[in-house]
Nanobody, 127 residues
């Protein structure tokens, strides 16, 4: 069983940057696609970014493309999300997820099934 723990959230002004990190424990994530999702109050969970097991392929939601960068360090069992040029509409709880069955591109279509989600980290962007 894999446990995922996010960190790095906080309060930042519009135009600022934050770097989120997801640390996995329990087993290696090297074989799996990983992704970030977010959920704002009163809204459904939304895809943000995904990365293939090797890190060679990345996918982004249109609303964050060019501002956010997903990366992974397989030896360290971590996945990061660098967020630049933050906007108030980026305010949400951000979740890390592992997809045990599908490639990274599929995360942009539907969220992964199963229990491989972190507890979330709050990101608040003030205007």
């Amino acid at each position: 069983q894999v446990q995922l723990v996010e960190s790095g959230g906080g309060l930042v002004q519009a135009g600022g940057s934050l770097r989120l990190s997801c640390a996995a424990s329990g087993r290696t994530i090297i074989s799996f696609a990983m992704g970030w999702f977010r959920q704002a109050p009163g809204k459904e969970r939304q895809f943000v970014a995904a990365i293939s097991w090797s890190g060679g392929n990345t996918y982004y939601a249109g609303s964050v493309k060019g501002r956010f960068t997903i990366s992974r360090d397989n030896p360290k069992n971590t996945v990061d999300l660098q967020m630049n040029s933050l906007k108030p509409e980026d305010t949400a709880v951000y979740y890390c997820a592992l997809d045990p069955f599908r490639p990274a591109q599929a995360m942009g279509i539907t969220p992964p099934d199963g229990d491989y989600w972190g507890q979330g980290t709050q990101v608040t962007v003030s205007s």
